[in-house]
């Protein structure tokens, strides 16, 4: 019982929302930031201490690239196979044994959460305006990395940290962008699923759960401190989405769903979008 009369799907608002508050938040504004002194990527590289095998560079660096939740060999999945939609019988359902050991790693050998919906949006991007953003985001975290490697036992020279920030940026925009773009999949599964008000084809319980995944991804976008959604586009994309869909028979179905391709259009404009892309995901 978490669906509400309103049409809140309850688990899914909950789930999405900690996904980002927790996942994004603390891989964005924590781990990868470069705000504080001594903090995220800006600690220290030089010395580990007592019997860790890791410098706390090191360690932010791992730990941000897991709240994004790709295997360690992400880049070898296709699409189809890091959103679990096909592709090699051992890949294709989002993990594999890399190591051959019969048993799949949690830690490094399956893809979760943000690393997911990356390749599900590049996979149904357009033939015409294809994205790669898990591409993006894990090219980036592997050059970011290389260069803490290469550093380990020394500050970071300006240049080595001005590469470094480069390449967190990278592959954070590609995680925005990957999470903006799922909240566009779930504006568009919104409208879609309207078109069935008043006949059979119509399911409440459907229309709950796109509604509350569009919400909870929509409000996580405000975690990202280089975020590209301002303020302003922010609360207004939500007075649009509103708080609670409309449903079947109530008087402003049509302005709400003007609302909806309104929020649509603000997505494509803060994100660069392709129009192709706005229509299909």
Same mark, same amino acid.
């Given at each position: 019982?978490?669906?509400?009369?309103?049409g809140?799907?309850?688990?899914?608002?909950?789930?999405?929302?900690?996904?980002?508050?927790?996942?994004?938040?603390?891989?964005?504004?924590?781990?990868?930031?470069?705000?504080?002194?001594?903090?995220?990527?800006?600690?220290?590289?030089?010395?580990?201490?007592?019997?860790?095998?890791?410098?706390?560079?090191?360690?932010?660096?791992?730990?941000?690239?897991?709240?994004?939740?790709?295997?360690?060999?992400?880049?070898?999945?296709?699409?189809?196979?890091?959103?679990g939609?096909?592709?090699?019988?051992?890949?294709?359902?989002?993990?594999?044994?890399?190591?051959?050991?019969?048993?799949?790693?949690?830690?490094s050998?399956?893809?979760?959460?943000?690393?997911?919906?990356?390749?599900?949006?590049?996979?149904?991007?357009?033939?015409?305006?294809?994205?790669?953003?898990?591409?993006?985001?894990?090219? $980036?975290? @592997?050059?970011? %990395?290389?260069?803490i490697?290469? /550093?380990? +036992?020394? &500050?970071? *020279?300006?240049?080595?940290?001005?590469?470094?920030?480069?390449?967190?940026?990278?592959?954070?925009?590609?995680?925005?962008?990957?999470?903006?773009?799922?909240?566009?999949?779930?504006?568009?599964?919104?409208?879609?699923?309207?078109?069935?008000?008043?006949?059979?084809?119509?399911?409440?319980?459907?229309?709950?759960?796109?509604?509350?995944?569009?919400?909870?991804?929509?409000?996580g976008?405000?975690?990202?401190?280089?975020?590209?959604?301002?303020?302003?586009?922010?609360?207004?994309?939500h007075?649009?989405?509103?708080?609670?869909?409309?449903?079947?028979?109530?008087a402003?179905?049509?302005?709400?769903?003007? $609302?909806? @391709?309104?929020? %649509?259009?603000?997505?494509?404009? /803060?994100? +660069?979008? &392709?129009? *192709?892309?706005?229509?299909?995901?």
């Amino acid at each position: 019982m978490y669906i509400t009369p309103a049409g809140r799907d309850l688990k899914q608002l909950i789930e999405k929302f900690l996904l980002m508050g927790v996942n994004y938040s603390q891989g964005t504004d924590d781990y990868l930031d470069n705000d504080l002194d001594d903090h995220g990527i800006n600690s220290n590289n030089i010395e580990r201490s007592g019997t860790a095998t890791y410098t706390s560079l090191e360690h932010v660096g791992d730990e941000g690239f897991g709240y994004f939740g790709a295997a360690r060999d992400y880049a070898d999945y296709t699409d189809d196979e890091a959103a679990g939609s096909g592709g090699r019988p051992d890949y294709r359902s989002s993990y594999h044994d890399t190591d051959g050991d019969g048993a799949i790693d949690l830690e490094s050998e399956i893809n979760f959460h943000a690393s997911v919906n990356a390749a599900k949006r590049d996979r149904g991007s357009s033939d015409e305006d294809p994205t790669d953003y898990s591409q993006d985001a894990i090219d $980036g975290f @592997l050059h970011g %990395r290389a260069i803490i490697n290469s /550093a380990v +036992g020394g &500050a970071l *020279s300006d240049s080595q940290m001005s590469d470094l920030v480069m390449y967190r940026d990278q592959a954070v925009l590609a995680w925005e962008r990957a999470i903006a773009a799922t909240v566009v999949h779930y504006i568009n599964d919104t409208l879609e699923v309207m078109e069935f008000f008043g006949t059979p084809a119509y399911s409440f319980s459907d229309h709950a759960k796109i509604c509350s995944e569009m919400k909870g991804f929509a409000l996580g976008l405000q975690f990202n401190p280089r975020g590209q959604l301002n303020d302003a586009d922010f609360l207004t994309l939500h007075d649009l989405m509103r708080d609670a869909p409309v449903l079947p028979g109530d008087a402003d179905v049509e302005e709400y769903r003007q $609302g909806l @391709l309104q929020a %649509r259009d603000l997505m494509g404009d /803060a994100y +660069g979008f &392709a129009e *192709s892309n706005l229509l299909i995901w």
